[in-house]
């Protein structure tokens, strides 16, 4: 159940702290603006609130020298609902709360704070209650340990019974929570904690996280990026991240023979890869059980243009450059091996595919015809390449801006019954189509991409591709419409792209 029992809520983010231990990701911005992969700390913490609690009085943040924070805030979806305040003088988080529900005008509702640099994806947490949010631990001398009566900062030894605080404090009576912020004048926020105990004769509730990510300091933040790449695991994969190797192994459940499939053919594509290809990719190393990768810097090419704003120059640059290194590099005559059953793999890949795909869909006859003339078409005018990606959207593909390198991701490793590197260009091109054209990878986020990305591929795939161009972008709404029975854990999502592909196949006019 949300929020508990679904009350209205203010809550106040502190986070106006100077993060030096995140140094030199912060030495010119605010630690709550720091990216993982793309999106910045500050929006995941406000998604969660609003996951968590579906009636919101007020959002403080409680900010310190830099103005990005603000600058964020007055751009996002949540404009409306948040406001910013600077700290002043940096006396210590208890202060950062204090100054936050001071700005509050509604200071009898209950009260959570949320401390700006706490990343927690817990759900159904209840929001508005007397509870904090704790962690079992191992190093108690590095946390604020709490075992149920007492508080202890950051104490010399094991304290028996204790969990660590975790950022997250929640109070029924915000009135009774502003007095304890206000009369207390000591740097941490346990004393605040204490008077609020005492002054409500009541006692916190314990709630434990499951899905707390820190970053603290450097090593936790690249840990913290590493184990988001989990979010990306089917429910049939899995992925472990050795910090030391700076490796990530997608390990797959070896019950369900897809997922072994799935990997097994990911490493023959990886195998199959020449020298310069090889640069385009991470680092493989051998793993007789999965699939290990080095863990390469960068920002996803999908959250790069939802997340920055960026400009029509550059992603004319971006979306040129991904296009012309698989051009240049991947898509060169296949051996002949691949060619000799070319012609049956490639009817497998869009003919075969295509219809059994749609049977699993309820959209209806003419716009199923449609699709088919589409994949009929591009069956025709694919050509033969020694190297398909086979998943090109700019989710699979990693920009690194220090060294302007792009890094493509998860490739699929199968072209009908060909296992392996080879493929064709056009289901490349079409993959491309169904993200910067129709809009893949805007389904899963809050923000579509700028209106832009359409315009620019549309403009580069005319000049590298003319003769194609109409294949090109109808086949990226085919294999939009073709990943409906694949997003069977969303339906809102697939009914989302079935009334995209409908438009589509309607305002094409040619059914």
């Known amino acids: 159940m949300m929020n508990g029992e679904n009350i209205m809520i203010n809550v106040v983010i502190p986070a106006a702290g100077e993060a030096t231990r995140l140094r030199p990701l912060t030495t010119n911005c605010s630690k709550a603006m720091v990216r993982i992969h793309g999106k910045p700390a500050i929006e995941y913490i406000i998604d969660s609130i609003y996951k968590n609690c579906s009636d919101i009085g007020e959002i403080v943040i409680v900010d310190g020298k830099y103005d990005d924070i603000r600058e964020w805030a007055s751009k996002s979806i949540y404009s409306d609902d948040i406001r910013c305040v600077k700290q002043g003088s940096l006396n210590g988080p208890r202060d950062a709360i204090r100054v936050g529900i001071e700005e509050l005008s509604n200071k009898d509702l209950p009260l959570v704070v949320w401390l700006g640099d706490a990343i927690i994806l817990d759900e159904d947490l209840p929001l508005g209650t007397d509870f904090l949010l704790t962690k079992e631990v191992e190093d108690h001398f590095a946390w604020c340990m709490w075992d149920g009566k007492n508080f202890f900062n950051k104490p010399a030894e094991t304290v028996k019974d204790g969990v660590a605080l975790v950022g997250l404090y929640s109070f029924k009576d915000g009135h009774a929570a502003y007095h304890s ?117 960068g920002t996803l090419l999908s959250d790069l243009f939802i997340h920055e704003d960026i400009s029509k120059s550059t992603i004319d640059y971006l979306i040129e450059k991904v296009i012309l290194s698989v051009r240049n590099h991947f898509h060169k005559t296949p051996g002949a091996d691949f060619l000799e059953d070319f012609s049956a793999n490639a009817r497998k890949m869009w003919i075969t595919k295509t219809s059994d795909r749609l ?78 054209y129709h809009g893949y990878n805007s389904l899963f986020h809050n923000k579509p991409y700028p209106k832009y990305v359409r315009e620019s591929f549309s403009k580069i795939i005319r000049k590298y591709y003319p003769n194609e161009y109409e294949e090109i972008i109808d086949g990226g709404a085919l294999l939009i419409a073709t990943a409906i029975p694949l ?13 995209y592909v409908h438009e589509y196949a309607y305002t094409s006019n040619r059914y």
């Open 181 to 297: 912020f206000s009369h207390t004048s000591e740097y941490d926020i346990s004393f605040a904690l204490e008077m609020y105990s005492k002054l409500t004769v009541k006692s916190f509730e314990r709630v434990n996280t499951s899905k707390w990510y820190d970053i603290g300091d450097i090593a936790s933040y690249h840990r913290t990026c590493a184990e988001f790449l989990t979010f990306k695991a089917r429910e049939f994969n899995s992925f472990k991240y050795d910090p030391d190797l700076n490796v990530v192994t997608k390990i797959p459940n070896y019950t369900n023979d897809f997922a072994v499939k799935t990997v097994m053919n990911e490493k023959k594509w990886y195998g199959g890869l020449n020298s310069k290809q090889r640069m385009f990719v991470p680092k493989v190393l051998d793993d007789e059980y999965g699939l290990s990768l080095s863990y390469e810097s």
């Open 359 to 436: 049977v699993k869909t309820d959209i209806h006859h003419p716009q199923k015809q449609f699709y088919m003339d589409v994949a009929i078409k591009c069956m025709i005018k694919a050509l033969p390449v020694q190297a398909m990606h086979g998943d090109l959207h700019f989710g699979n593909v990693l920009y690194n801006p220090y060294n302007d390198s792009i890094t493509l991701l998860d490739p699929r490793g199968e072209y009908g019954n060909h296992i392996g590197c080879s493929g064709d260009h056009l289901y490349d091109l079409c993959k491309l189509s169904h993200d910067l």
């Open 487 to 499: 997003h069977y854990d969303s339906p809102n999502r697939q009914q989302q792209m079935k009334d």
